[in-house]
């Protein structure tokens, strides 16, 4: 690009030089506008906020709560063409979980706050991430304000951050991503590796299915509960948590979701999703196969 300008300029200098010497004078037809610089610290900043509804919460493979209600707002800032700065937060509640034969009395809550830098190589991107999850109402959650599982060093946590560290390959309507993830208040890892496709039925209309799994080293295990088989705390299969795995994969997702493009910067997403739990879920969840669903409206400011 620099060598055309270049030559581009030596070749109007020179007409310019001839209709000097020839008495006469013509306007440059057609000139390219020069772009001025904004004067600002960054050219431009890019915002998305997000608001949606779930009939379960699964985050990892692990419930946590029913019928939750949700909001989400990130920031992105191009630091050069290819270097992007991220920041962003979310808030969860839910608005209703059925716990131990009551409709009220459970409560949980969360509050995440991230930050990050993506680079985009072309044929791939690259993130490196630090995201925080306050937990409210504990980890676990609560019942009847008493802490769930209280006597686990984990499900009785307030709060943990989380080093990250992504990649993501765009294959024609493909996209293939993996991540891995470091929690620095109980040391333990997390692995997940996923992809989906993209369908495009019109210009508004697509079809989004994708499968997705992890693996977790030391993660979250509920080993420290006081639950014993049969309990109201036992995962599916009625085994004491306090002799579960340590390490394994965590579950199987698959998702089906429908992005309606309504405006050119409104976009509302329904999804239908089965979570199918894996060895080291087997323990926590109650069921390990769940049927569930969301919603969500998007908007790109």
């Known amino acids: 690009m620099t060598s055309f300008i270049a030559k581009s300029v030596t070749v109007l200098a020179a007409c310019a030089a001839l209709n000097a010497s020839a008495g006469t004078s013509a306007p440059v037809k057609n000139p390219v506008p020069v772009e001025e610089k904004s004067g600002a610290l ?117 709060g943990a951050g989380e080093l990250g560290w992504t990649v993501a390959v765009p294959i024609k309507g493909f996209n293939i991503y993996a991540g891995y993830y470091y929690d620095l208040r109980i040391n333990g890892s997390y692995i997940s590796l996923g992809a989906d496709y993209t369908f495009a039925v019109t210009d508004w209309l697509s079809i989004v299915p994708s499968v997705n799994t992890g693996f977790g080293i030391d993660y979250y295990t509920g080993n420290g509960s006081g639950s014993v088989p049969g309990s109201a705390l036992t995962g599916n299969k009625g085994q004491s948590m306090n002799n579960g795995p340590t390490s394994g994969f965590t579950h199987v997702l698959y998702t089906l979701a429908v992005p309606v493009k309504l405006t050119k910067s409104v976009t509302w997403t329904s999804y239908v999703a089965l979570n199918h739990g894996e060895k080291l879920r087997t323990q926590l969840n109650a069921t390990q196969n769940e049927l569930y669903w969301g919603t969500k409206l998007s908007f790109a400011f």
């Open 42 to 158: 960054f050219e431009s900043i890019g915002a998305t906020f997000d608001a949606g509804y779930d009939s379960r919460y699964y985050f990892r493979g692990l419930w946590f709560a029913d019928n939750i209600m949700w909001t989400a707002l990130n920031i992105s800032v191009p630091i050069t063409d290819k270097l992007t700065w991220g920041i962003g937060g979310a808030y969860i509640n839910t608005a209703g979980t059925p716990f131990l034969g009551s409709k009220s009395g459970f409560q949980y809550s969360e509050i995440d706050a991230i930050t990050n830098l993506s680079y985009d190589a072309g044929w791939a991107k690259f993130g490196m991430q630090y995201q925080y999850y306050f937990y409210p109402d504990n980890y676990g959650g609560s019942f009847n304000g008493a802490p769930i599982a209280g006597a686990d060093p984990e499900f009785a946590l307030k």
